[in-house]
């Protein structure tokens, strides 16, 4: 199923933009189109520039945890633009089945986005287009709201783009995590981090403890790089 987003996006950053950026931005979303992802077609589109199932066993690994969790409302829609091919994506759940230490029951949940593998396509609201869609597939999903973890890091989503479309932060983890959310019922239960968040980390307090999951292909890779600078210059235990 493939639809275009630009209108929705083009509602919520008008005010934003003078003229003639506005009519860069709408050549820009006339360039582009969201698709969704399905275990019928991830394998020929690929995730997060991973193409080769051959080739990369972290693929297939995504894949097949895709194809269990699609069952219980995982989504993937990807940007694919008639001149840069593939250049975003955004990844979202109801919140019962996050992976993610919440309690976000009732509130489609935003795993991870990214757009621009090429710096040109960055700034051009693909990630407005993304998230726009997300928040009216949870409102025709009768859901409660938008929710998605942030924080100034690597791998992560900042504030940003999710404070100018107006969600807000309703709960806070160490050292610099937020829960931000989009309410559509304002008496709705703010999601929240997991109260034994904290308490759960005592059993790692040793060492270096890596948590990793086939959600995210990079951590073959990432992980590897991890546990050897872990071993090789800081003599940690692994």
Avoid at 13 to 19: D, E, P, Q, R
Avoid at 89 to 115: N, Q, S, T
Avoid at 137 to 160: C, I, L, P
């Amino acid at each position: 199923m493939a639809f275009y987003a630009g209108i929705h996006a083009l509602e919520l950053i008008t005010w934003k933009l003078g003229a003639w950026h506005l009519g860069r931005m709408v050549k820009y979303m006339n360039d582009m189109k969201i698709i969704d992802l399905t275990p019928e077609n991830i394998a020929d589109y690929g995730v997060c520039g991973y193409k080769d199932i051959k080739k990369h066993p972290e693929l297939r690994r995504k894949i097949d945890w895709f194809n269990t969790f699609y069952k219980k409302g995982l989504r993937i829609k990807i940007v694919i633009t008639e001149k840069g091919s593939y250049q975003g994506m955004l990844e979202y759940i109801p919140g019962k089945y996050a992976h993610r230490p919440v309690e976000a029951d009732g509130y489609m949940f935003i795993h991870c986005i990214w757009v621009g593998f090429l710096k040109e396509f960055k700034g051009r609201g693909y990630a407005t287009a993304l998230i726009q869609a997300c928040i009216n597939e949870a409102k025709n999903e009768n859901m409660k709201g938008v929710a998605v973890v942030t924080r100034k890091g690597s791998f992560m989503a900042k504030d940003d783009i999710f404070l100018k479309l107006g969600f807000e932060v309703v709960d806070t983890a160490e050292p610099d995590f937020h829960l931000m959310v989009m309410k559509f019922d304002s008496g709705a239960e703010n999601p929240r981090f997991k109260a034994d968040l904290q308490k759960n980390l005592e059993k790692y307090k040793k060492g270096l403890t890596i948590l990793r999951s086939p959600q995210c292909p990079y951590t073959e890779k990432n992980v590897n790089a991890i546990v050897k600078s872990a071993r090789d210059v800081f003599q940690l235990e692994t």
